[in-house]
């Protein structure tokens, strides 16, 4: 029997969205705290990565989906799976390659000759933190997959919708150094990523204990002890969602983003997602900082990480070897900040 085009979703999703229905929304202080001990146990093991982990956690807390470009052997797929698991997510790694197809992605019907019945398979997608390492490897039709995943929290398989568990965050990996067997990610799908981080290497001391943290383990995977769980998670998403933001600072998010547009090394510039996502992170930030409230360092802190990838240059910028993080970095030393910053802000100042 052929599937239907009625919306379905798997008894596991329906049980965790049930399960989160109703979540008091944490506090401030305890996002902060806990927030805090992910970060510590995290960096247990993942090492001169900071300000990106950082960032990153407060993506996952803005409920945004990250994506890592750098070099290989960086310690990124280390990283996510770190996350994942100081967090309380369920965690599933997909090697991108050339043949990969959606399918392998998303899942597929499958025929059942005891029953008469295609019944569906979930892919690794579905799952609450999922890695797709080196996914330029993959053909376009492929990283289309995880579009709607990405952007609406479910699959559409053969005419109907599965809805995926929540949380349910994506974290990517890229290689920008190597171009045969890849294929550039369209600009739709770097838009849904909330953040690009560059890791960088270590410095000599950081990569020093690398290597001396692998003797004193014994063996090759490092593991990291959750702080939280999925309901938990929530809870603290739910916390950061409380937080209201100040109009001058949102106005401020907003000049950034028009101010790529109009950048003489810039063709087409960040969309009012951009903005959207430089408040979301920047909020993010201040909540894991223990305040209730965005101050104008935060925004400037995240503006790279959120605007970069979102930026098409002209072919004389590209040519001429401006980066977009540039154009980024020139756009935030120009726009004033905001006149003002909260009342709340105004009061706590020394």
Same mark, same amino acid.
Do not use: W
């Given at each position: 029997?052929?599937?239907?085009? @009625? ?9 965790? !969205?049930?399960? #989160? ?30 300000? %990106? ?8 807390? #803005? ?18 799976? +770190? ?9 599933? @790694? ?8 959606? +399918? ?17 398979? %979930? ?15 993959? $053909?376009?039709?492929?990283? +289309? ?15 109907? $919708?599965? *809805? ?14 190597? $171009? ?61 969602? @409380? ?7 949102? *106005?401020?998010?907003? #000049? ?8 003489? +090394?810039?063709?087409?510039? !960040?969309?009012?997602?951009? $903005? ?13 900082a223990g305040r209730d409230f965005v101050i104008p360092d935060d925004v400037k802190r995240v503006a790279v990480p959120v605007l970069a990838h979102r930026l098409t240059l002209t072919v004389q910028a590209w040519t001429s070897g401006v980066s977009a993080s540039q154009v980024v970095l020139e756009v935030v030393s120009s726009v004033p900040g905001p006149p003002a910053v909260g009342v709340r802000e105004r009061e706590t100042a020394p």
């Open positions: 029997m052929i599937p239907d085009s @009625r919306t379905d979703t798997t008894t596991t999703t329906a049980a965790t !969205a049930a399960a #989160a229905d109703g979540l008091a929304p944490l506090p401030v202080a305890e996002v902060a705290r806990l927030g805090a001990e992910v970060l510590e146990r995290v960096e247990s093991v993942v090492v001169g990565m900071r300000e %990106p982990l950082h960032i990153a956690l407060a993506t996952v807390l #803005a409920g945004g989906h990250v994506l890592f470009e750098d070099v290989p052997g960086l310690g990124k797929t280390l990283a996510a799976r +770190s996350i994942a698991s100081a967090v309380g997510l369920d965690f599933r @790694r997909l090697q991108c390659t050339p043949d990969l197809l959606p +399918s392998d992605i998303t899942g597929s019907f499958v025929y059942v000759p005891s029953t008469a019945e295609f019944e569906f398979r %979930p892919g690794p997608v579905f799952t609450g933190l999922f890695l797709a390492d080196e996914i330029n490897r993959t $053909s376009p039709k492929t990283q +289309s997959a995880l579009l709607e995943a990405m952007a609406e929290g479910q699959v559409s398989v053969e005419g109907r $919708s599965f *809805a995926l568990p929540r949380p349910f965050h994506v974290v990517a990996t890229a290689n920008p150094i190597e $171009s045969e067997g890849t294929y550039a990610l369209p600009e739709a799908q770097l838009d849904r990523f909330m953040v690009r981080l560059g890791v960088g290497y270590p410095d000599a001391d950081g990569e020093a204990r690398v290597l001396l943290a692998r003797v004193a383990r014994r063996h090759e995977v490092a593991t990291v002890e959750p702080v939280t769980d999925a309901r938990t998670l929530l809870a603290m998403q739910a916390g950061v969602e @409380r937080v209201d933001v100040d109009p001058d600072i949102a *106005a401020y998010c907003v #000049a950034l983003a028009a101010a790529t547009r109009r950048h003489r +090394s810039v063709e087409v510039g !960040a969309s009012p997602r951009g $903005s959207q996502g430089l408040l979301l992170v920047a909020r993010a930030l201040a909540v894991l």
